[in-house]
């Protein structure tokens, strides 16, 4: 396998335009010709299918709620940057940019990046062209709110509902497209392989989910939009259905996987309350700008948070970090938060949880004001703990996020199988190794309506595809795979449920693979994972058929996937020998505890091949080279 | 948009019921303003009576008016009632309402007992048929002694009492319906139906409860 | 810990043309802390242990936003918690011994499909009738061009915040849809950038919900109260009063003609 990133030549600042001018044209009047399936409905999927069909293209999209305007995304709260500057204070595309890579702690493309800082101004202006209510000044204007690990104030948001509001604006012009005829929207439908007919992607098998009707859908290209994996911990701030199953599937027909091990673990969530717990809610990161996190200075100290007077109170992210203080990155914010509860200094029950604090914020602009801005959280938070965070302050907890690894992409977003492209958070680029907040939407948007509708073409122009129908042997054995794997599944009628192997395998991976690694813990994980995975294949029980909606056999068949993807990240972890962003290792620390990155043996994107099953992954390596920005130790100090 | 569109459409079978709701409404404030002359004596609602027969255009456009807007209400009415009915076609086991007012959730079966009273009414004032003792264009007659039978005015009391929970929604409704809508004046087209709901029933029924007590004979 | 028994009544149903029932579960040993769908977690997990088919809900958030879940709990929409999507209802809001009937969505429009899960494409199919702006990606101007009153960006978004979960048709009892539709209306016709094609948009919308087979409205209020988001029959009125001006001044053209977006 060849990773061929395919970088424009040229000056940082000119390659994205260059490119469009260098890429082939699909003649307008072809472009009918040409069928896209585009799997995923989030903020990348439903951008590029919405826009895919505006130039003409006939497109299908798929996904597995019962509505596309479901897709994870319209959970994101906080907000989307994008180098306006309208606030004066300094912003630029390159100090988004320069953010954006050093938040990633050097282990993004810089040429993906910088398009990214480019093209987020024109996201915002199409979002509001399509009648997302942004938030406003009285003037008129949009308003901004800062994020962390920036100094500016950069972020667009629509009060706590940002992702909602923007994945409404690509629904509906997802919908216009419906309308029109040129996209078929396929709900409660799943990806479960990917078809490949002489090396290029043509393809997918689809199960659907209400009638079990296992398809073929053929294609010109195919693109993959399909999310993230964090609820390979069980316990995540995804949606209970985001999953791997389209990008593993992906992978085992040859797509490289681009570090797997880098995943994000968000600062302020609600922390666990008990064994039945299903998800972990987030409480956006905006809150960081007015709240302050605090734990008492001695370990054990049960009194409640209002007896424990300042002097005994250590606001320990505005200690370590005065610079950034509540505002730094999320990777440092939320080990901080687990170093304090590993001395013995966390509150709430089972001492995993920090204080975050309103009442300075509350006294300096009043209550009303903290509403506006928060009301709906505070709501969100009040709901779930039966506490009122106006009077005491949140407790939070650190909780898997997002996964900055995902599908090896080139700059045309194409993975290593010609035709298959893949967006949003399911691919690894422009995050490197930690994401700053409100840069998803960001990326998932860029990717949809501005990058993947022209370098789309380019693939499409450059390429001769044959004629290929649903009788095609490879069509037929892609199909044929995925009934047999729903038949094995449901034949196995053991003892215990999927979701008491998934619990297993996510409080395995927590403690693994989650905030803190170590080469004997990783190793550890290699071995357990193979038990559990041949425990579920001889154990696990399916009741009812694939004939009609089962959600078990849904949940199953994600769950297979992950018993077997988290070898891949463990693997992943274990051979990445330095801490950087979201991965820990603590072999590979400075003497204060902070992560030490090693530029000379890991500035690279280890993108992973399948070899077969029971075979080891092959490593290939694209090397990063920073031209323009200098590898630093990344300081919020 | 041809009327066809717009009759067909459930908005506009709405905007059809306000406003013969209007209509409706408007007559039944002079209709409970002119029955007030009752107390007047004899001679005044007599007079009264009389003297619309000398305005045979009044009378007849304004009867042809309401029987237009009694038809068109109650046909739109009917048309989605039958729609209301199929849209769930299974109900619930259980199903606690959480806000809304019993007159609003009775304005069904309110209109039909409206629509029934008018054709007894009709048929005991205007024509007669129904009256044992009906004597043409001697209105304080006919209604004394017709509401000196208990039941006819207990009749006539049930009546409007379905009458005031009709109109406590009804009247609010027609705004709403209407898309007349704002916050300042929300509050107010909400009082002013609960003041047409009361005092309009309130207005009418004095005069069987006057009859019956004995202050009207 | 206090623990909470609760004694269930579930709709069961295994398919859109097969006859359901209501099953009685009991459900001992729950945590009040514990949401109303992983108190069916539980069930469903003592279910599946035992070879039972679990009872199948719709559900993907959890936290109240994407609009999957929706239960009518006791006889109301979204159960007895106000401004709460089921997800987001924990136990504490019921007692221990408590029957509690769960239903699903009940609407000819919204056929079950099975168990608690209903069929919500007509809502889909609504917003695909003209909830939108008809831009294209590309060619528009700066954010800031066009200025938006704050006060009507701020009604724009109360109204926006539907999170499409069909509650208010659930809870109607016309089981109407107008509150879906006219909080896309009023979000839409509130911004600036929504009114070119503001008639256009209300007459498709609501003969689109027309032809679904949703009952009408007749003022009712219950949809406010059962929404998630609270949002106000005010937009209901905002919504006759663009279809009236609609059908009185136009927009009828495009909008027979259908098609050319
Ligand atoms: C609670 C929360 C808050 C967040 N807040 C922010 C924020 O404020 N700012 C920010 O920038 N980012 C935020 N994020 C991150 C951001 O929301 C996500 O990274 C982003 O929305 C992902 O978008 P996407 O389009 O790539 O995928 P998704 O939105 O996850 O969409 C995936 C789509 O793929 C479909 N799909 C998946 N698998 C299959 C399959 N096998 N077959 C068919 N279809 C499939 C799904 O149905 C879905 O439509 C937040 C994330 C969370 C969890
Ligand atoms: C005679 C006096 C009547 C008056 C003054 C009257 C008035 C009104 C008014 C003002 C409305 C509100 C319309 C709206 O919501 O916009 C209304 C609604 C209604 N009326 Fe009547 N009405 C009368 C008789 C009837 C009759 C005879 C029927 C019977 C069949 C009827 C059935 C209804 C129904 C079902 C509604 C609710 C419609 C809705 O809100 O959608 N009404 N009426
Ligand atoms: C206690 C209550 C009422 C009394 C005493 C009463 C009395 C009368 C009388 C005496 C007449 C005949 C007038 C005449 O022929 O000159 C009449 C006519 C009529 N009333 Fe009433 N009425 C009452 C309530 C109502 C109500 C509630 C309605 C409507 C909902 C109504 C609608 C009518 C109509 C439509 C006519 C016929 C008018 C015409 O001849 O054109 N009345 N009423
Ligand atoms: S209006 Fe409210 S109840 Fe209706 S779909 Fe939207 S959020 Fe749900
Ligand atoms: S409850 Fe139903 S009647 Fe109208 S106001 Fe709401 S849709
Ligand atoms: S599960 Fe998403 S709103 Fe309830």
Request: net charge neutral; with cysteine.
């Amino acid at each position: 396998m060849e990773l061929r990133a395919r970088i424009p030549s040229g000056p940082l600042a000119d390659k994205w335009d260059r490119h469009r001018f260098e890429m082939k044209l699909v003649n307008p009047a072809n472009k009918r010709r040409y069928t896209v399936l585009v799997v995923g409905s989030g903020l990348a999927g439903a951008s590029a299918a919405a826009s895919l069909a505006e130039l003409g293209y006939q497109v299908a999209c798929f996904c597995f709620q019962d509505s596309p305007r479901r897709a994870h995304s319209i959970a994101a709260q906080g907000g989307i940057n994008a180098a306006k500057n309208y606030q004066n204070d300094g912003d630029s595309i390159w100090r988004l940019f320069y953010d954006t890579i050093k938040g990633g702690d050097f282990r993004a493309r810089e040429a993906n990046v910088y398009r990214l800082a480019q093209i987020s101004v024109d996201i915002i202006d199409q979002c509001v062209a399509q009648g997302v209510p942004f938030a406003r000044e009285y003037s008129g204007y949009l308003a901004n709110r800062s994020f962390g690990g920036a100094q500016v104030s950069r972020t667009f948001y629509a009060r706590g509902q940002t992702g909602q509001q923007l994945l409404l604006g690509a629904y509906q012009a997802l919908c216009k497209e419906i309308a029109r005829g040129t996209v078929v929207m396929h709900s409660r439908t799943e990806m479960l392989d990917l078809i490949l007919v002489d090396g290029r992607c043509r393809g997918i098998v689809t199960r659907n989910l209400v009638t079990g009707e296992v398809l073929a859908h053929v294609a010109d290209a195919v693109v993959l939009a399909t999310g993230g994996y964090g609820n390979i911990f069980y316990l995540s701030t995804n949606a209970r259905g985001s999953n791997v199953t389209a990008t593993y599937r992906a992978w085992k027909r040859g797509a490289a996987f681009g570090n797997p091990c880098f995943t994000q673990i968000h600062p302020t969530c609600i922390p666990v309350s008990g064994d039945y717990q299903s998800k972990l809610t987030l409480m956006s990161e905006s809150l960081r700008n007015d709240g302050r996190v605090w734990v008492p200075r001695r370990a054990g100290d049960h009194r409640a948070p209002h007896d424990i007077p300042e002097a005994d109170r250590d606001y320990y992210l505005e200690r370590k970090y005065p610079s950034f203080g509540n505002l730094s990155p999320r990777d440092i914010a939320s080990r901080a938060a687990k170093e304090v509860c590993d001395e013995g200094r966390g509150v709430g029950p089972g001492g995993r949880g920090v204080y975050l604090d309103f009442a300075d914020a509350i006294g300096r602009v009043g209550r009303d004001t903290i509403a506006e801005r928060y009301g709906n959280l505070f709501e969100m938070y009040q709901r779930i703990t039966d506490e009122d965070p106006y009077h005491a302050p949140m407790r939070i907890y650190p909780a898997v996020h997002y996964t900055m690894g995902g599908l090896w992409v080139d700059y045309n977003l194409m993975s290593t199988v010609p035709g298959l492209h893949v967006l949003g958070e399911a691919n690894f680029s422009d995050h490197g190794a930690n994401r700053l907040g409100a840069s998803a939407l960001m990326q998932g948007l860029a990717d949809g309506y501005f990058i993947i509708p022209v370098t789309i073409g380019d693939y499409l122009a450059a390429t001769r595809l044959e004629k290929i129908t649903t009788d095609h042997p490879e069509v037929r054995g892609a199909m044929e795979g995925v009934n047999r794997r729903t038949r094995r599944l449901l034949s196995i009628a053991g003892t215990r449920t999927v979701d008491s192997f998934h619990r297993e395998l996510g409080s395995l991976m927590w403690d693994k693979c989650g905030m803190a690694r170590t080469a004997g813990g990783l190793a550890e994980a290699l071995r357990r994972i193979p038990e559990i995975r041949a425990e579920f294949w001889e154990n696990v029980t399916v009741p009812g058929s694939d004939a009609h909606l089962n959600q078990a056999l849904e949940k199953a068949n994600r769950v297979a996937d992950y018993l077997e993807f988290a070898e891949l990240m463990c693997r992943d972890a274990l051979h990445r020998e330095e801490s950087c962003g979201g991965h820990f290792r603590e072999e590979h620390q400075t003497p204060d505890g902070e992560a030490r990155r090693d530029d000379d043996r890991f500035a690279y994107v280890a993108a992973w091949e399948y070899a077969g099953d029971g075979a080891e992954p092959v490593l290939h390596r694209e090397p990063l080279a920073f031209e323009n920005v200098q590898l630093a130790q990344r300081s919020y100090k | 948009m041809p009327f066809g569109r717009f009759w067909g459409s459930t908005i506009g079978k709405k905007v059809v019921m306000a406003v013969t709701g209007i209509v409706l409404v408007g007559y039944i404030l002079a209709h409970v303003t002119a029955n007030l002359l009752i107390f007047a004596g004899p001679s005044a609602i007599d007079a009264y009576a009389a003297k619309l027969r000398t305005l045979p255009i009044l009378l007849w456009g304004v009867r042809v008016v309401l029987l237009a807007s009694v038809v068109l209400h109650v046909v739109a009415a009917t048309q989605l009632a039958v729609r209301v009915r199929a849209a769930r076609p299974t109900s619930y086991r259980r199903f606690e309402p959480q806000t809304s007012s019993a007159p609003s959730r009775t304005m069904r079966w309110g209109g039909v007992a409206l629509l029934l009273f008018l054709v007894y009414h009709i048929l005991h004032f205007t024509t007669g048929q129904a009256h044992p003792d009906f004597v043409h264009l001697a209105p304080y007659h006919n209604v004394t002694t017709a509401f000196r039978v208990w039941w006819v005015a207990a009749i006539y009391i049930a009546a409007m009492i379905a009458l005031a929970m009709h109109l406590y929604h009804g009247t609010w409704s027609m705004f709403q319906t209407l898309g007349i809508e704002h916050p300042r004046v929300n509050v107010a087209r909400r009082r002013l139906a609960t003041i047409i709901a009361v005092l309009v029933p309130l207005g009418f029924v004095s005069v069987p409860i006057a009859v019956v007590f004995g202050l009207l004979r | 810990m206090t623990t909470i028994h609760l004694k269930l009544l579930v709709w069961r149903q295994p398919g859109p043309h097969v006859a359901g029932r209501f099953v009685r579960y009991d459900a001992p040993d729950l945590s009040p802390d514990m949401s109303f769908l992983e108190m069916l977690d539980v069930v469903n997990e003592r279910l599946t242990a035992q070879g039972e088919e679990p009872i199948a809900f719709d559900h993907d958030c959890r936290e109240g936003i994407c609009g999957s879940c929706g239960l009518v709990i006791n006889g109301v929409a979204h159960g007895p918690m106000r401004g709460t999507a089921t997800c987001q209802l924990h136990l504490r809001s019921f007692r221990s011994g408590q029957e509690i009937v769960v239903e699903p969505w009940r609407a000819k429009a919204f056929p079950v499909v099975r168990d608690l899960i209903v069929d919500r494409g007509a809502l889909d199919r609504i917003i695909t009738a003209g909830g939108y702006i008809s831009t294209r990606t590309g060619g528009v101007p700066d954010a800031n061009a066009v200025l938006v009153p704050k006060d009507d960006a701020d009604a724009a978004m109360d109204a926006a915040a539907c999170i499409g979960c069909g509650a208010c048709v659930a809870a109607c009892p016309n089981a109407s849809a107008s509150l879906f539709a006219a909080a896309k209306i009023a979000h839409l016709g509130l911004m600036p950038q929504g009114q070119p094609e503001r008639p256009k948009r209300v007459l498709r919308m609501v003969t689109q919900m027309d032809m679904e087979g949703f009952g009408n409205c007749t003022n009712i209020g219950e949809c406010e109260e059962a929404c998630p988001k609270l949002i106000s029959i005010d937009v209901i009125a905002r919504m006759n009063r663009d279809f009236l001006r609609a059908s009185m001044f136009g927009g009828e053209e495009r909008a027979e003609v259908g098609g050319e977006a």
